[in-house]
């Protein structure tokens, strides 16, 4: 089956450092990603869309100045924390978006990467 | 290691019809449970979720039951709407450890 995979898996930064995170479908053209962030216990929360080459679509109240994405392929999104403090502590999610037969597109998810700002 | 078993769709069903998508999981320790909806375009939206055996997640009309006997957390609902037509998938969280199931696409006719 598909695959999406994230980079890197953990990172720990210091506080006011920019940390960028990958995500790339291996072996399929994503026409769609999606980012998503998980505080422990909690439910996913979808931050933006992304598709390629084209602006993302931030939800409401994340900040698209601090979360940084760029899509500049069907195979890879990548997110940009900017100046992270931390609270911006958390388990970041991607998902690719696979345009499917008869038109109906297929989620795959990627592993997740724990971002840890000290 | 952990995973998520769900029914494969498409399920297709009429308006009103009652619906149960399974789920089930394995799981090394206690996982949170949570049932995610896919609309066309859209990223996933929280529809419920449990936390601990024995807990039951509703929201809008759907409910699911954290069935540890049976690692089971299938999703229900008494009559569906066209405007339930989505995906649906199946998750658990542990730690940082997320699984998703396959997705369920179902389609509610009038």
């Known amino acids: 089956g598909a695959v999406v995979s994230q980079h890197p898996s953990r990172v720990i930064c210091k506080s006011g450092t920019s940390v960028k995170i990958e995500c790339r479908s291996l072996?399929?053209?994503?026409?769609?990603m999606f980012w998503y962030r998980q505080f422990p216990k909690q439910s996913l929360m979808l931050m933006a869309t992304s598709n390629e080459g084209s602006k993302a679509t931030y939800e409401q109240g994340v900040e698209k100045d601090k979360f940084l994405i760029n899509h500049a392929s069907l195979t890879l999104s990548t997110l940009t924390v900017t100046s992270a403090h931390p609270e911006d502590s958390s388990f970041y999610i991607c998902?690719?978006?696979?345009?499917?037969?008869?038109?109906?597109?297929?989620?795959?998810f990627g592993p997740g990467t724990r971002l840890t700002v000290l | 290691g952990n995973s998520v078993t769900q029914m494969e769709g498409p399920v297709t069903l009429s308006e009103e019809a009652f619906l149960t998508i399974n789920c089930t999981y394995t799981a090394t320790g206690y996982p949170s449970l949570f049932w995610y909806v896919q609309y066309p375009g859209e990223g996933l939206q929280l529809l419920l979720k449990a936390t601990k055996a024995d807990d039951k997640g509703s929201n809008k009309g759907f409910e699911a039951t954290y069935r540890k006997e049976t690692t089971s957390f299938h999703l229900e609902k008494g009559s569906v709407q066209v405007s339930d037509s989505a995906v649906y998938f199946c998750?658990?969280?542990?730690?940082?450890?997320?699984?998703f199931g396959a997705g369920t696409r179902l389609t509610v006719k009038p």
């Open positions: 072996d399929f053209q994503a026409t769609t």
């Open positions: 998750a658990l969280s542990e730690g940082d450890d997320m699984r």
């Open positions: 998902s690719a978006s696979r345009l499917a037969t008869g038109g109906r597109d297929t989620q795959y």
